[in-house]
């Protein structure tokens, strides 16, 4: 689960179609709060990779959502999910996309810059299996697993 904070303020909006289920993810390279650079290329065929994007870092919002994806941390990962975080004394290191190459990758960009709140679900294949564009902060990490495990049922 890679939670995305972006630093820089400049950008905006994207015009191209947004992303959809069975697309392939884009690929990214970024920094994390633990000092590693993580790639999702390498978690092809591995494991499935939750990324969640929130506009702001360290806000009451951006706070309540790693909250709630950490209460849940140790059932996102037995359900073989890359789990990303480490700040607000989080087991996860956050990913950061100050150049907002990989927010408008994604096509997570609002119109006033910003990232939208939503996560992505990508397959071990490297292709998006869910989008979820309505995330609920104080509920995300049960809406998480409650996906990582419908997602489980239906390749089983």
Not at 37 to 62: E, M, N, S
Not at 69 to 74: C, D, N, P, T
Request: hydrophobic share 40%; proline share 4%; net charge positive.
């Amino acid at each position: 689960m890679a939670a995305l904070a972006r630093a820089a303020r400049s950008g905006g909006g994207d015009a191209r179609p947004r992303l959809r289920p069975g697309d392939l993810a884009p690929e990214f390279t970024l920094q994390a709060s633990d000092g590693r650079t993580y790639r999702l290329i390498d978690f092809r065929h591995r494991q499935v990779v939750v990324l969640a994007w929130f506009p702001k870092a360290f806000t009451g919002g951006c706070t309540m959502q790693c909250e709630s994806i950490g209460a849940r941390i140790g059932r996102l990962r037995d359900l073989g999910a890359a789990v990303f975080g480490d700040a607000l004394g989080l087991d996860f290191p956050i990913l950061s996309d100050p150049s907002q190459t990989t927010a408008r990758a994604y096509r997570v960009l609002n119109a006033g810059g910003l990232p939208s709140r939503w996560t992505f679900f990508i397959g071990l294949d490297g292709r998006i299996v869910s989008i979820d564009t309505g995330v609920r902060v104080s509920t995300n990490g049960a809406d998480i697993e409650r996906m990582l495990r419908e997602l489980q049922t239906q390749t089983t």
